[in-house]
């Protein structure tokens, strides 16, 4: 009797959180707002301050819109950390360190998709929202810091796509392959919205030896680099999204029920 009630003890203590995680303090609540608006605002900056700049280079980043999305994740994942077990924490670089490897691999060929996300969905699938937003944020946070300034403008966009992800999954979306392709390509739409004012730009449109490809053929046709841009994003996130919710869908009827029974606890 004692060695359950050891047990049980253990895999409490395993399945705890940094606090009380099922209710948020008034302190979360206000970092989280102040987080998404700062995001919102500086969104709204880059529409309206950089049209008309045709090109930037990673070299020449804009200040303002680089603390805007970092300091805004930041904030949201402050926000919102205590609500996730440490269990889920644990995995969160390791889901990030998978999403960089496969977005710089992607992006020195001539694919026009990104793939830099499959984690993050897998883990918005497996835990819920919170956990899927806190895992696109911090991918790009860290892929910033450590090897490519220029995603992290796209912190938002990414945790944006986690967030999106956890609630597919809790509509249900992940149950039929064709459910999660119409969730991946919807989402992908969204995504590709967001992020094209800022690859337009900041950018120049030019994010990938693909993608970038993509935004001159269309400049040629007499598309301006803004039109260009959004249409390239939409189009490849559109496709790059419904693969990747394919993908993940795929590794989820691979992954035992009692693995996904506990991390359900935290949907």
Do not use: C
Request: glycine share 14%; hydrophobic share 50%; no cysteine.
């Amino acid at each position: 009797m004692a060695s359950r009630t050891t047990s049980g003890q253990r895999l409490a203590s395993s399945e705890a959180g940094l606090g009380n995680h099922s209710t948020t303090s008034v302190k979360d609540r206000v970092l989280t707002i102040i987080g998404a608006l700062l995001m919102v605002i500086t969104y709204g900056w880059t529409l309206l301050s950089h049209q008309g700049q045709q090109e930037a280079t990673s070299g020449n980043i804009a200040m303002p819109l680089v603390l805007g999305y970092f300091i805004g994740a930041l904030l949201i994942i402050l926000g919102n950390i205590k609500r996730i077990p440490l269990s889920i924490i644990a995995l969160i670089p390791f889901a990030a360190a998978i999403n960089i490897v496969l977005g710089q691999i992607v992006g020195i060929s001539p694919i026009p998709l990104y793939l830099d996300t499959i984690a993050t969905v897998l883990i918005g699938y497996l835990a819920g929202p919170v956990a899927g937003a806190m895992t696109g944020a911090l991918t790009n946070i860290a892929w910033g810091l450590t090897i490519n300034p220029t995603t992290i403008p796209f912190a938002g966009g990414a945790a944006l796509i986690g967030l999106l992800a956890g609630y597919a999954a809790r509509a249900g979306f992940f149950q039929r392959w064709w459910k999660a392709l119409i969730a991946g390509a919807f989402v992908g739409v969204i995504a590709g919205f967001v992020g094209a004012p800022v690859a337009a730009y900041v950018y120049g449109g030019g994010m990938g030896v693909g993608t970038g490809s993509i935004v001159a053929t269309l400049q040629a046709t007499g598309q301006s680099l803004f039109a260009a841009t959004t249409l390239q994003s939409v189009l490849s996130d559109t496709i790059d999204k419904a693969a990747v919710f394919l993908i993940v869908w795929v590794l989820g009827r691979g992954i035992p029920q009692r693995v996904k029974d506990r991390f359900s606890t935290t949907r």
